[in-house]
């Protein structure tokens, strides 16, 4: 991982895709990336299929985000 870059989440979905949010490097403005790697199931086009629990975590994940990000942008 770069430094200074955080991971707010790391987990596999249900099929056992990768799913990892991280915030991103870009000077811009505060912005993250989600990724979606090694997927089983090929026709899903880069969709996760998430369980309660792993709904929870994304959610988690990206509030986290938005929270040390929101008095950036406001």
Not at 8 to 32: I, M, N, T, W
Not at 53 to 65: C, D, H, K, T
Request: proline residues 4%; without cysteine; glycine residues 4%.
């Amino acid at each position: 991982m770069p430094i200074g870059i955080t991971d707010y989440a790391d987990f596999k979905d249900s099929y056992g895709a990768h799913v990892r949010v991280r915030e991103s490097s870009a000077a811009s403005e505060p912005k993250l990336w989600i990724f979606v790697d090694n997927r089983p199931v090929t026709d899903t086009n880069g969709a996760i299929h998430l369980t309660v629990e792993q709904a929870r975590v994304l959610i988690a994940a990206l509030q986290e985000w938005l929270d040390a990000n929101t008095t950036a942008t406001t």
